[in-house]
């Protein structure tokens, strides 16, 4: 057995330090060039993911498969060379999961509590091919005390013979948010820098950002996600390793300029093990992975107090940048008998599979979700004619959950932006959406048919009232046609 890193099948991330946190739990999705891999304790136990594979390789192939069925008596963990004692043992899917909608089909995979990494649409012949066939061994363990800041080494040893084991070498004490791997490092500082600058850098981004209930009555969740333009990031291969420096940094500033909140995220990328693969590789199979797994989106979540705020956005590939802002209002959803949230204007929709999100599928991140069908907001408010508009809101309100809820109605208007002509107006009807099982909100999603309006910005308005009277202010976001 030997500590080593993967081969074609994962992402070599030349950035620095990825994982998230899980109720006390922490976990690292990624292995890394130059430096170890390195995990990030917030909590007395330390959660270490791994994979086991049987690799076997000749001057012509390459041949590994996953080996499965491993107990927690079959694994040793070593701290500092101190075989430590386990606590907890789980088996996981893989960091990575495929998604079909009602455009494509595609990977999402995660690195940190709350961030998503998209790829972009793929052939159903290429998802197969990494899928979420493989698994991950969590084992968790409490560490010894030591200082602050300290790093200790990390190796695990199994009991199966020929095994190649793909695992973090390395744990950090520090009290370093996971979902902020890049702050204070190099790259962080550096990125956060050019958010002062003017322009919008050499990568083009397209960002929206929308305003939802969050944990708590006064607490708004932002549900942020950004379009990425994954043929131009930066990459390259290195025998049968695909080598990525792909990292993203949000900021989050007050009316005052103060930073209140940031974010970060490094592109662990997928799993994919268990192929013969001929030695060298096809270049059409290189192709094909990476095609598959560049990222060519981003989500993520942030809560924030009511107030106004700008969001920069810097996304990096290790040598360009580009950058995104934008502008938010958040009220408090707890302050009115009746409230309504952001609008997200959706293109994208699919029915969740029962087991798609687990303990490493960004446990923290609240999906959009209207009648068990998930919709996922579009950073990119560019529509063709044919593609669907689909705003998704909630509507909030102290009443909502009586036995003798009022009656709620929902207005929406479209105005040609340059012009100010309304173009559509639905008047105000009734709405009949079940309030949401996981907190207190009604989802609306509302399809709109933009083949009927000719190429153009525009401006999509909406409006909520009860049969008490009650009514929200009216809500506003722009979009074009093209």
């Known amino acids: 057995m030997r500590m080593a890193r993967p081969s074609l099948s994962r992402f070599l991330v030349e950035l620095g330090v990825l994982g998230s946190i ?36 000749n001057t012509e192939w390459l041949h590994s498969k996953e080996v499965a069925g491993l107990s927690a008596k079959s694994v040793h963990i070593f701290d500092d060379g101190v075989e430590a004692k386990i606590q907890h043992f789980s088996v996981e899917k893989g960091e990575a999961w495929a998604v079909r909608d009602n455009i494509g089909r595609r990977l999402r995979y995660s690195c940190t509590p709350r961030g998503i990494w998209v790829g972009p649409d793929v052939t159903n012949k290429i998802l197969t ?44 004490n520090t009290n ?4 902020d791997p890049l702050q204070e490092t190099e790259l962080g500082n550096r990125l956060a820098a050019y958010a002062d600058l003017k322009g919008s850098g ?27 333009p994954s043929n131009q990031l930066r990459h390259h291969w290195d025998g049968i390793d695909l080598i990525t420096s792909i990292a993203v940094l949000g900021l989050v500033f007050d009316r005052n300029g103060t930073l209140v909140a940031r974010f ?69 959803f707890s302050a ?18 029962r087991d798609e999100r687990g303990p490493i599928h960004a446990p923290q991140f609240v999906p959009l979700t209207f009648k068990g069908v998930e919709f996922t907001p579009t950073g990119d408010t560019r529509f063709k004619k044919g593609e669907q508009l689909l705003p998704y809101l909630e509507i909030y309100g102290t009443e909502l959950r009586a036995a003798d809820a009022p009656r709620l109605y929902l207005e929406m208007k479209v105005f040609d932006e340059k012009t100010g002509e309304l173009k559509i107006g639905t008047g105000a009807r009734p709405v009949h959406s079940p309030m949401r099982p996981d907190y207190p909100a009604i989802p609306v999603v509302w399809e709109m048919e933009v083949a009927k309006l000719p190429p153009g910005t525009y401006r999509l308005e909406v409006q909520v009232s009860d049969s008490l009277g009650n009514k929200t202010a009216w809500r506003a976001a722009s979009f074009s046609v093209e």
């Open 22 to 57: 899980i109720g006390g739990m922490v976990t690292v999705c990624s292995a890394q060039t130059g430096n170890p891999p390195v995990i990030k304790i917030e909590s007395h136990e330390v959660v270490l993911p791994f994979e086991v594979f049987e690799e076997k390789r």
């Open 129 to 172: 091919l990494q899928d979420s066939r493989f698994h991950t061994y969590l084992v968790t363990y409490v560490p010894r005390p030591s200082p602050a800041g300290s790093c200790h080494r990390i190796s695990i040893k199994v009991d199966h013979r020929n095994s190649t084991v793909f695992a973090p070498l390395q744990y950090c």
């Open 176 to 179: 370093d948010p996971l979902s």
């Open 202 to 228: 050499d990568l083009p981004l397209a960002l929206e950002v929308v305003p939802f209930l969050g944990p708590s009555s006064r607490t708004a969740r932002i549900n942020l996600s950004a379009e990425l």
């Open 264 to 332: 970060s995220d490094t592109a662990c990328g997928p799993s994919d093990k268990g192929w013969d693969v001929p030695l060298p590789p096809p270049a059409a199979a290189l192709e094909v992975w990476e095609q598959a797994v560049i990222p060519g989106g981003y989500e993520t979540q942030v809560n924030l107090n009511p107030g106004d705020y700008r969001f920069e956005f810097l996304l990096t590939d290790g040598e360009k940048i580009g950058r995104a802002s934008a502008s938010l209002t958040v009220d408090d």
């Open 336 to 353: 009115a008998a009746l409230s309504l949230s952001g609008i997200a204007l959706c293109k994208r929709y699919h029915k969740p599979a």
